[in-house]
């Protein structure tokens, strides 16, 4: 089992800049990948970034340039720099770890985290 909590998120101009951040705890030595995803009312949820233990990234095509994933293996936490925010980047922003045990994939999801562009 792996525990995931987010932190950050919050109310931003558009053109404004925000932080995210998302540890995990548990079964970390299972964990492969970790990202976010992102929901806006209405609509599917959908990939922002991924990063994997070996520091591959992908991005969705609307956020690259714009956005960032990091990541510190020593504490299990996974970053997202947003910068250039847009009203559109308005969502719910959901933290995902994806674990492998037994060669057998798992997700986890943490709570969500309130992302509103607005002047």
């Known amino acids: 089992q792996v525990q995931v909590v987010e932190s950050g998120g919050g109310l931003v101009q558009p053109g404004g800049s925000l932080s995210l951040s998302c540890a995990a705890s548990?079964?970390?030595?299972?964990?492969?990948?970790m990202g976010w995803y992102r929901q806006a009312p209405g609509k599917q949820r959908e990939l922002v970034a991924t990063?994997?233990?070996?520091?591959?990234?992908n991005y969705a095509d609307s956020v690259k340039g714009r956005f960032t994933i990091s990541r510190d293996n020593a504490k299990s936490t996974v970053y997202l720099h947003m910068n250039s925010l847009k009203p559109e980047d308005t969502a719910v922003y959901y933290c995902?770890?994806?674990?492998?045990?037994?060669?057998?994939?798992?997700?986890?999801w943490g709570q969500g985290t309130q992302v509103t562009v607005s002047s």
């Open positions: 548990g079964n970390i030595l299972s964990i492969y990948s």
């Open positions: 995902n770890v994806e674990s492998i045990v037994l060669l057998t994939p798992y997700d986890y």
């Open positions: 990063i994997t233990n070996g520091g591959t990234t």
